[in-house]
């Protein structure tokens, strides 16, 4: 029993010694006798003692790599220094374990052979202006090139492109001279947009002052026209009332039912306002030409005046 009860805890302490749990994100390379055997994927797993190792733990997330700069020369011999940074993660562990010696030396090697073959049939201007078209080609090849490895490509990017220290500075000239000539032509519509505005304000302001023009003239001629119809309204209403006066003293001369020597009295003032005027020629009646009659006619009045007075006065 003793015995039994020993080798029972032996074999629990050599179980949990070769009790392993991978973790997320990994997986375990398995040897057994020195040969591949299988690959644990993340949960609990027993290895044989003895007879099972643990060959690589690898890690299944996506990797970075960044690459230092690789010199590179382009179709028009321009050598450029280009630094590139690769994504990429494991998909078989087995072939990454087994395909390779050193797989990230590699994939360095074979990116800077990829770039300069790449880069090699592009001009300078060209590889500046197609960083999209270098990554996609780049990534396509390593892809490719990298399955027997176990290892898929994600994307490629070129961090930098920098060309000779002359090139740049010829760049960076023509890049001021494009900004200044951008400026001028900027400046110059700036300008001529002004030019069309200010003309256009005058003409506004032209027209505006023609249309004032035109609308003072109206209103001046409709005042004319206004202060006329007035001035032919009054005239017209003095003259409505000369006459209403004129009939009313007519009305009252014959309600009053004047003698025919109050009459004749009248022609005399008359007469005499005549007389006081600029005409040189007068003109007498018939009924006072007899001097008789005008005598008469004065006696008359003077004696039948008061009565005829206190008549208009009742």
């Known amino acids: 029993m003793i015995v039994l009860l020993v080798l029972i805890a032996i074999f629990i302490v050599v179980l949990l010694i070769n009790a392993k749990i991978v973790p997320q994100s990994y997986a375990y390379v398995i040897e057994r006798i020195g040969q591949y055997h299988t690959t644990w994927e993340s949960g609990f797993h027993i290895a044989i003692p003895i007879l099972d190792r643990i060959s690589k ?6 990797q970075v790599i960044d690459f230092p700069p690789q010199p590179v020369i382009t179709k028009d011999n321009v050598t450029i220094s280009i630094d590139s940074v690769v994504y990429l993660y494991i998909v078989d562990p087995k072939l990454y374990v087994y395909g390779v010696e050193q797989p990230k030396v590699a994939i360095e090697n074979l990116t800077a052979t990829t770039l300069r073959n790449i880069i090699g049939d592009m001009e300078l201007d060209q590889t500046l202006t197609s960083r999209d078209t270098i990554n996609t080609e780049l990534r396509s090849i390593l892809d490719e090139a990298t399955d027997p490895w176990g290892i898929k490509i994600n994307r490629v990017e070129l961090k930098n492109i920098m060309p000779p220290k002359e090139i740049q500075d010829a760049m960076e000239r023509q890049m001021k001279a494009e900004r200044e000539r951008r400026e001028a032509i900027l400046r110059a519509e700036g300008e001529k947009r002004s030019a069309v505005l200010v003309a256009e304000g005058n003409k506004e302001s032209m027209i505006l002052n023609a249309q004032a023009e035109k609308e003072a003239v109206v209103l001046r001629a409709d005042a004319a026209k206004k202060a006329r119809v007035l001035q032919a309204e009054g005239e017209a209403e003095a003259i409505l009332k000369i006459k209403q006066a004129e009939a009313q003293g007519i009305t009252f001369l014959e309600e009053s039912k004047p003698t025919s020597a109050i009459l004749q009295l009248r022609s005399y003032e008359a007469l005499e306002k005549v007389a ?29 005046a008061p009565p005829a007075a206190d008549k208009a006065a009742n």
């Open 57 to 62: 733990k690898i890690s299944l997330k996506e």
């Open 276 to 304: 006081n005027g600029k005409s040189t020629k007068l003109i007498i009646p018939s009924e006072i030409q007899n001097l008789t009659a005008v005598a008469a006619a004065l006696k008359e009045t003077v004696v039948d």
